[in-house]
C-alpha cells in the first residue's frame, strides 16, 4: 500500500489542523492498523495515535485530550484531527500502515510511511 499524507501547515497555538492520509495503489482497500508518527528536529521519531481497521484506537500518554485518530474506510484515508496546539507540537507527521491489524508504537514495526507533512505551531 503507499501512503500519502497531507493537511499540516502553520498554525498559532491553540489552534487546530486536521491531517490526512490516503491510502493509494491496488491493495489500498486491505489495509489494517495506520499509525500517525512525528519526528520533531533532533529527536526520534515518536509514536502518537494509531486506529485499527475496525475503528479501535490507541494514543500516546497525554494526546488524547487534544488529537484524536478516525478512518474512512470507504474513502481509504486516516485522520488526525489536532486541537489545543503547542509548539511542542511541532514536527514532521507520518502516517504508516502496520502489517496488520495489530498496533505498536514502535516506528521499526510499520512497512509503509507517507512522505510527512510539516506541522509548525508558532508560540
Known amino acids: 500500500v503507499q501512503l500519502q499524507a497531507f493537511g499540516g501547515g502553520l498554525v498559532q497555538a491553540g489552534g487546530s489542523l486536521r491531517l490526512s492520509c490516503a491510502a493509494c495503489g491496488p491493495t489500498a482497500g486491505t489495509y489494517g492498523t495506520v499509525a500517525w508518527f512525528r519526528e520533531a528536529p533532533d529527536q526520534e521519531r515518536e509514536f502518537v495515535a494509531a486506529?485499527?481497521?475496525?475503528?479501535?484506537?490507541a494514543y500516546a500518554n497525554g494526546l488524547k485530550v487534544r488529537f484524536t485518530v478516525s478512518r474512512d474506510n470507504a474513502k481509504n484515508t486516516v485522520y488526525l484531527q489536532m486541537n489545543s496546539l503547542k509548539p511542542d507540537d511541532t514536527a514532521v507527521y507520518y502516517c504508516?500502515?502496520?502489517?496488520?491489524?495489530?498496533?505498536?508504537?514502535?516506528?521499526?514495526?510499520?512497512?509503509?510511511w507517507g512522505q510527512g507533512t510539516q506541522v509548525t505551531v508558532s508560540s
Open positions: 486506529v485499527r481497521r475496525g475503528g479501535n484506537t
Open positions: 504508516a500502515a502496520f502489517p496488520g491489524d495489530g498496533v505498536s508504537t514502535s516506528p521499526r514495526s510499520y512497512r509503509a
